[in-house]
T-cell receptor, first 111, second 119 residues
Framework: GESVGLHLPTLSVQEGDNSIINCAYS??????FIWYKQESGKGPQFIID?????DKRQGQRVTVLLNKTVKHLSLQIAATQPGDSAVYFC??????????FGTGTRLTIIP | GAVVSQHPSWVICKSGTSVKIECRSL??????MFWYRQFPKQSLMLMAT?????????EQGVEKDKFLINHASLTLSTLTVTSAHPEDSSFYIC???????????????FGNGTRLTVT
């Protein structure tokens, strides 16, 4: 079925270090994935997306890796800052207009 | 660009009353808007898909008579929680996809959510 899930519910990283947030999916029908950041009391904020015909995409301090063989997606955040503390969700479209969200990982940056 | 505004940001209402939440696309036209619900420390769960000028499509388990959705224009969708009960207390978030993004491989733009508390 359609599902997107995360390996770890919480992650703590020292400020300045790199962080990696993982996501696994079970349905290979998705051709589009997105990472969102959600701060407390706010709506999700778009970070980066990737299409299934790519295996890597880079943005400013963020990199998304897609491994379709093992149905795994990751978000790498370089040189983490206190403002990176938030809940991060992966989402996929699974061939339709709707987005299915993963369970989320709470990232805490330790000063 | 691509700003989605929700109003109100929070609301407290008494059990049995109805509450309307507005979702507006401020700088783009949205043919499709999505309504999500999020309980504390949980993920976003899609409630319904709203298309301008037509009836909303509800996800399995979501009562359409309880959660009334109206998408009367390309910039406004409303969600009305009718006869609200304490178990309806949640964070309601809308999102929109613009006319220029009718392909599915494009991000949704989210509002900042509405915190509903039913007493």
């Amino acid at each position: 079925g359609e599902s997107v899930g995360l390996h770890l519910p919480t992650l703590s990283v020292q400020e300045g270090d790199n962080s990696i947030i993982n996501c696994a999916y079970s349905n290979s029908a998705s051709d589009y994935f997105i990472w969102y950041k959600q701060e407390s009391g706010k709506g999700p904020q778009f970070i980066i997306d990737i299409r299934s015909n790519m295996d890597k995409r880079q943005g400013q301090r963020v990199t998304v890796l897609l491994n379709k063989t093992v149905k795994h997606l990751s978000l790498q955040i370089a040189a983490t800052q206190p403002g990176d503390s938030a809940v991060y969700f992966c989402a996929g479209n699974f061939g339709n207009e709707k987005l299915t969200f993963g369970t989320g990982t709470r990232l805490t940056i330790i000063p | 660009g691509a700003v989605v505004s929700q109003h109100p940001s929070w609301v407290i209402c008494k059990s049995g009353t109805s509450v309307k939440i507005e979702c507006r696309s401020l700088d783009f036209q949205a043919t499709t808007m999505f309504w999500y619900r999020q309980f504390p420390k949980q993920s976003l769960m899609l409630m319904a898909t709203s298309n301008e000028g037509s009836k909303a499509t509800y996800e399995q388990g979501v009562e359409k008579d309880k959660f009334l959705i109206n998408h009367a224009s390309l910039t406004l969708s409303t969600l009305t929680v009718t006869s609200a009960h304490p178990e309806d207390s949640s964070f309601y978030i809308c999102s929109a996809r613009g006319l220029a993004e009718v392909i599915y491989n494009s991000p949704l733009h989210f509002g900042n959510g509405t915190r509903l508390t039913v007493t």
